[in-house]
Structures are given as C-alpha cells and as structure tokens.
C-alpha cells in the first residue's frame, strides 16, 4: 500500500485548502482512511476519518469547516478545510487501516498566516 498526499500550501487565515490523498492499492473500497496532522513541538492528532462505509468522525477543532470525503473510482480520500485559523498549520498525513497496519502517506505541509 502506497498513499501519496498533495494539496498543501500557504494560506491566509480564511482561506481555503483541499488535500488530496491517492493509494496504489486494491484494498481502497475496504479500508477505512483518514487525515491526522502534526504541528512543530506537539502529537500527531486525528483530524477527520471515514469508513468504507462513508461514516465520519471529526475533531472538535475542525467541526463545521474541514470536510473529509472519498472518491472510490479514483482510489483517493479527500480533506476539504474551509476557514483555515493559524492553529490548523501543521503537517497533514493521509492514514489508512488494513489488517491491523496504519499506512502513512508522506505528509503535506500546510501553513495558515494571520
């Protein structure tokens, strides 16, 4: 399993961001995916998931403006940030659970000025 992530950048606070999160693998259509990011000198922390079933689940700090979505003809899961805040800059890494393994993309970095 290979999962390539892109979409980041530099934004201003307000703006928006899709991050886009691609697999190589056949397992897609099964397998639960989601988004975490990470910021300088803090954990890694769960953004926004869905299952293969199309459920999601959110943190509380992206409520109401991150969307997280999956499109299975093109094997991608998608994170939709609306009204970016300075607070969300971090790295994002697209995540997918198979067998028990979390698979990690690369990360892409987004950053929000005030």
């Known amino acids: 399993v290979q999962l390539q992530a892109s979409g980041g950048g530099l934004v201003q606070a307000g703006g928006s961001l899709r991050l886009s999160c691609a697999s190589s693998?056949?397992?897609?259509?099964?397998?639960?995916m989601a988004w975490y990011r990470q910021a300088p000198g803090k954990q890694r922390e769960l953004v926004a998931g869905?299952?293969?079933?199309?459920?999601?689940n959110y943190a509380d700090s992206v409520k109401g403006r991150f969307t997280i979505s999956r499109e299975i003809a093109k094997n991608t899961v998608y994170l939709r940030m609306n009204n970016l805040k300075p607070e969300d800059t971090a790295v994002y890494y697209c995540?997918?659970?198979?067998?028990?393994?979390?698979?990690w993309g690369q990360g892409t970095q987004v950053t929000v000025s005030s």
């Open positions: 693998g056949s397992i897609f259509e099964i397998a639960p």
């Open positions: 995540e997918m659970d198979y067998g028990g393994v979390m698979y």
């Open positions: 869905i299952t293969s079933g199309g459920s999601v």
